[in-house]
């Protein structure tokens, strides 16, 4: 009978240290992270693009993708310090990544360390990057019915983000089901609605975030 190894275990477990690692500088150093997960094309680059141009606090960006500097560069031009990871395949992000990408941004003084994940809407829910808040963001083309199809990153975001609600016109989509699916899965997530394109919501956003921190320098 050959000997059965479980690498998967001794892998995650290493991870996890990464992870605690990440998680003990930002709480010496007071800075907030968020992990932003959502589908290709949910709108996750362009709700920070917006967000990074309203909110008041000093941010830098880490950007999770399988290839191209895309993303970093579409952030770069806000004026965000930023870095860009290629998993080269990788479907999520992994804390091991994300330490050495911290080698490249100086996280003190940094009020906010926001992390775009790669576009995924299952697995990157299932690693710890040390991040103090997942947040889940789903946008109305992808139809109201993701959270119950997908129900772990909803049930472990700290705030779910619904974007591009100026197509709501143009698109049959219900958000009670959305909503109320969302609250059956994790009933204390903040909810919050956006139209990056035009910042209607974006406030509400960037609220949130000052309370987190200000929660998290307490
Ligand atoms: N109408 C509308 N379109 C939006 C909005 N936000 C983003 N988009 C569009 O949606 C498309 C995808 O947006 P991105 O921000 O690149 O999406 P992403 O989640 O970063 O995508 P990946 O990084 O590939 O996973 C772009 O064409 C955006 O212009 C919005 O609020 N309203
Ligand atoms: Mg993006
Ligand atoms: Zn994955």
Known sequence: MPRKINIKRSVLAADEEFASKIREKLHKEGTLMVNLIGSPGAGKTTLLETTLGEIPFSCAVIEGDVATSRDAERISKTGTPVVQINTQGGCHLEAHL?????????????????????????????????????????????????????????????????????????????????????????????????????????????????????????
């Open 98 to 218: 994300l330490w050495k990408a911290l080698d490249e941004i100086p996280t003190s003084g940094l009020d906010v360390l926001f992390v775009e994940n790669v576009g995924n809407l299952v697995c990157p829910a299932e690693f710890d990057l040390g991040e103090d808040y997942k947040v889940a963001v789903c946008s109305v083309p992808e139809g109201p019915d993701k959270p119950l199809k997908y129900p772990h990153l909803f049930h472990e975001a700290g705030a779910v983000v619904l974007t591009k609600v100026d197509l709501i016109p143009y698109i049959d989509f219900d958000g009670d089901l959305f909503w109320g699916d969302v609250k059956k899965l994790n009933p204390l997530a903040s909810c919050i609605e956006v139209a990056s394109l035009t910042g209607k919501g974006i406030d509400a956003w960037t609220d949130l975030l000052g309370r987190w921190l200000m929660e998290k320098r307490q």
